[in-house]
């Protein structure tokens, strides 16, 4: 039976991954982490190690691909294969595709997939391959090339982040979620083909 960690901060969603999981009689859920720490105290003490994590990327106001270094890291260290990540997202615009793969996920799918297609994605990757859903396929194909204009609230932004305001001082000007700002922004890296602020200032 092969162990499972799952890392996201939603208890329904979990139990829902959970009880999937377990009634094919091929998996069992070791253990469940609702932040980056949580994952990381996991991965560190457990004895038994997983075959496979399932990673949201929106841990409250965290990043979920900041455990892929982490994973990468802990994994080199202690002369261990490094478990595939199968990243399960509510998040569907191309650059947080394209970083996810970048960063070391073996694949993408959305919450809102079947669960054939969970099995499906997770077979894949334990047999080595990426796998990327259709309709994330479609949405990457649709993007590539495009480099669109700037939206009115992206371009507030942008000036903000000229005046080398960070994303929480952003949130607090224009009255919106640091979610909402850390998206904005992760839109215009995507549109400018940038990685960094550094480099979206100097397009």
Known sequence: MLHVLLI?????????????LEGTGRFRVCGQ?????????????????????????????????DFLPFLESFYGKNKKTKPPVLVCSVLEDPFRIRTALK????????????????????????????????????????S????SRFTKRETEILNLVKQNKNNQEIAK???????????????????????NRGELLKC
């Open 8 to 20: 996201d901060d939603h208890p329904m969603l979990n139990y829902g991954l959970t009880s999937c």
């Open 144 to 147: 590539s090339g495009r480099h």
């Open 103 to 142: 960063m070391g996920a073996c694949g993408y799918i959305s919450k809102t997939s079947s669960k054939a297609e969970l099995i499906s994605a997770i077979d894949t990757v334990l047999d080595g391959n990426v796998y990327i859903s259709s309709e994330h396929i479609e949405i990457l194909e649709d």
């Open 173 to 195: 000007l224009l009255n919106i979620s640091l979610r909402t700002v850390e998206n904005h922004i992760s839109n215009m890296y995507f549109k400018t083909g940038t990685e």
């Open 33 to 65: 982490a609702k932040s980056l720490a949580e994952a990381r105290r996991f991965v560190e003490k457990s004895k038994t190690l997983p075959a496979l994590v399932i990673l949201d990327i929106l841990l409250g106001e965290q990043n979920g691909l």
